[in-house]
């Protein structure tokens, strides 16, 4: 099998990319059993899968044991799931924090955050109104726009980071203005 593995690796290295799809076939079962038995969550773990298979393509130059390719992989793959628990965290926590300052939509005050929001590009903006003010989760969004799941999320945690960074100077004036 290694010998396979280390076939492909050099015909892809040699400008056949689509020979990747054959490590991808050998070993996307097992990865993905890896992935779910961490992620506990088969959608979690599919995207997962997916990202370190990308990494893993336009990484495979750095592969430096190439009868190692599924161990290397899997390192991949431990790395993916960390930095998406990381992201997962950090969206909660915006989010819990959106939640706790979103005055309910209609109310005088929810204007500063209508403006805020308005102030995003496009893409941004649509993905935060679809998830806040839709109530609809990523998965909806996901299916509604036509999205993969993983660029939803991925575009959702930028614009918490653009949202945060627009409401922060808004904050600081309101808090300057109560110590008046």
Not at 115 to 123: E, G, N, Y
Request: with cysteine.
């Amino acid at each position: 099998m290694a010998e396979t593995d280390i076939h492909y690796i050099a015909r892809c290295l040699d400008g056949h990319p689509d020979d990747f799809r054959y490590l991808v076939r050998r070993y996307q079962t097992a990865l993905l059993a890896h992935l779910a038995g961490q992620l506990h969550d088969k959608e979690k773990a599919e995207d997962a899968a997916q990202e370190t298979l990308v990494r893993a393509y336009f990484n495979l130059s750095k592969l430096k044991k190439q009868k190692s390719f599924f161990s290397w992989l899997l390192g991949i793959s431990g790395r993916v799931v960390k930095e998406q628990q990381r992201d997962r965290q950090r969206r909660t926590q915006i989010a819990r924090s959106l939640a706790e300052n979103r005055p309910t939509v209609g109310t005088q005050h929810d204007y500063p955050l209508a403006r805020t929001i308005a102030q995003l590009p496009d893409s941004y903006r649509e993905l935060i109104l679809l998830r806040y003010y839709s109530g609809l989760s990523c998965s909806q969004i996901s299916r509604q726009l036509d999205m993969p799941l993983g660029t939803v999320t991925k575009t959702l945690s930028r614009a918490y980071v653009m949202l945060r960074d627009l409401l922060r100077p808004q904050q600081n004036c309101q808090d300057c203005e109560v110590q008046k």
